[in-house]
């Protein structure tokens, strides 16, 4: 969903530097295209993302879909398909409902065999469990309100092992739904140390990343 590209520059010849829309930009485009250190494993558990949600843990008095965002590379974001007011749950996800993966280590997190370059884009920190990692299952395509953007949602991590997903402000019918990573995803430090030294940005550190861009 997020991610960031090195580009490949001779010796001889610096990069002339990145605006803040091209190195926002950048940070969007796939991380599953840069060149990693070697993961051959498969799988063990079946990946949650790349699946169709699941209807039933969404609100389903109002109709949204995913579709390609408006950020250039981002992917697929979330779309108001009516009127939305604000103050709504959109969806509700928990381990008991089988709809949030919970992942406590890096050698738990391992041993699903799952490409943590893939998996980079999906992992976000609960704040009320900050030792581990959650996966939603499978994920909501929303993307980043940046600077130039407004969150219309946020994630509240209402209790431990339960995530739901609120509207912050009223959406018309079309509109692309933004949340703010840096308040809606905690940080989780064994998982961000082990991201990091494979050269990812994990979710919870890309406003970081965009913000100084912008101040640049």
């Excluded at 499978?138 to 092992?161: I, W």
């Amino acid at each position: 969903m997020l991610t960031s590209e090195a580009a490949k520059t001779s010796q001889a010849e610096s990069p002339p530097p990145l605006s803040a829309s091209e190195g926002r930009d950048s940070v969007f485009k796939q991380q599953g295209t840069l060149k990693k250190l070697p993961f051959d494993k498969e799988p063990v558990v079946p990946v949650p993302w790349g699946h169709q949600p699941d209807a039933s843990t969404f609100n389903p008095k109002y109709a949204t879909e995913f579709r390609e965002s408006q950020i250039p590379l981002a992917g697929n974001g979330w779309y108001a398909k009516e009127d939305i007011p604000a103050g709504v749950r959109m969806r509700r996800i928990s381990i008991e409902a089988g709809s949030l993966i919970r992942i406590g280590s890096q050698e738990e997190f391992m041993a699903t065999g799952w490409n943590p370059d893939e998996a980079v884009n999906y992992g976000i920190g609960h704040w009320m469990d900050p030792a581990a990692i959650f996966f939603l299952k499978p994920g909501t395509a929303v993307n980043h309100a940046d600077p130039s953007r407004e969150a219309s949602v946020e994630y509240r991590h209402c209790e431990p092992g339960v995530m739901e997903i609120w509207t912050v402000k009223d959406i018309k019918a079309g509109e692309e739904m933004y949340c703010d990573y840096a308040r809606d995803y905690a940080p989780c430090a064994w998982y961000d140390k082990l991201q990091n030294e494979r050269g990812n940005i994990p979710l919870s550190q890309i406003p970081e990343y965009i913000n100084n861009l912008y101040s640049e």
